[in-house]
């Protein structure tokens, strides 16, 4: 394993799944990577001056354009002959990805960086006080999708973002997540690998936001797979039929057991119907991917 690239002593709060993400990813990419990171938790976390967690250079770019930063480094680097060995890595929220900064990733994408980009998703806008994405689960309580008198919580289901990234014909698009530690590594060495961008979607839980106890995250990031909430698979060109599950769920267990440990979905416990609605729409998804 490289050296920690990713120190302790960030204002994370305990248990984030943001953190043991990157440090995962840099045990994998070391030294010689760049990051470019968004306004959201992990910049705010991590790089409050004069201090920085990061042992490697890094560059905090505004909310929309992580895609847009990383591609202008990739061809600098061409420009100066200094492009070979270095791995340029844009890591963003689910909000910097799924919404604001979707135009600037859909235009590095069709053009042909060389950038791997990592969105961490938490499932909301974390670090502005858990205000609801396109990320969010149907049914999750957030902010501005709060369950009331008329509200099961966010009514709309989660956008399909490497579907969207899989469209663009780009070399390889994987779902990953923490707890699947050498799943999402050798992902990571495979896409470093590839000359050519590349979109990882892992999933991070948020003990704030998705109100559970901070030791909890790596329990809630299993059952996401073994409830075939989140799948992990992996995927090469734009051909979905090519995509492959790397986690094999041999007996799935009920997304009851996912979601009963996080108090956004604590009203989904006590509504059977909303409950059996969920459920079904996980086993459509899972019949679908072949799960
Ligand atoms: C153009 C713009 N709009 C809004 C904001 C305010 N803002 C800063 S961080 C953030 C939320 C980030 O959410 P996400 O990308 O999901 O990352 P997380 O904090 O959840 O890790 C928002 C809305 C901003 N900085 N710039
Ligand atoms: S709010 Fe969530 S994503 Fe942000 S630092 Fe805390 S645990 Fe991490």
Redesign the pocket.
């Known amino acids: 394993m490289n050296e920690e690239l990713f120190l302790p002593g960030h204002r994370a709060c305990a248990g984030c799944g ?1 953190t043991i993400a990157v440090r995962q990813i840099l045990s994998v990419a070391g030294e010689n990577t760049i990051a470019v990171v ?5 910049e705010v976390v991590s790089t409050s001056y004069p201090e920085t967690a990061w042992k490697i250079p890094l560059i905090h770019v ?3 354009n992580a895609a847009a930063v990383a591609s202008g480094i990739d061809c600098a680097l061409k420009a100066l002959g200094k492009r070979k060995g270095i791995n340029v890595l844009a890591f ?6 799924f919404d ?1 900064g979707l135009q600037a990733l859909s235009g590095m994408l069709e053009r042909g960086h060389n950038v791997k980009y990592i969105c ?1 998703d ?1 499932e ?5 006080g858990i ?1 609801r ?1 396109s990320a969010t689960p149907y049914a999750a309580s957030t902010t501005t999708s709060p369950l009331g008198k008329y509200s099961i919580g966010e009514s709309r289901k989660k956008k399909p973002i490497g579907a969207i990234c899989i469209a663009h014909d780009i070399p390889y698009v994987a779902t990953a997540t923490i707890a699947y530690h050498l799943d999402l590594k050798k992902k990571i060495k495979k896409a470093l690998e590839i000359d050519g961008p590349c979109f990882m979607h892992i999933l991070v839980p948020c003990p704030t936001g998705w109100r559970f106890p901070s030791e909890l995250t790596i329990e809630l990031s299993r059952l996401a797979v073994e409830t075939g909430v989140f799948p992990l698979w992996e995927c090469e060109g734009s051909d979905m039929s090519n995509l492959k599950i790397t986690k094999k769920v041999a007996h799935r267990k009920p997304v009851k057991e996912y979601l009963q440990l996080q108090g956004r979905f604590a009203h989904v416990m006590r509504n059977e119907k909303l409950l059996a609605e969920i459920q079904k729409e996980v086993d459509e998804k899972c019949a679908k991917y072949g799960l």
Not at 92 to 97: L, R
Not at 124 to 128: E, I, K, Q
């Open positions: 943001e968004p306004t959201g938790c992990l505004a909310f929309e963003a929220g689910d909000g910097g990805t604001i961490l938490n909301a806008y974390m670090n502005t205000q994405s």
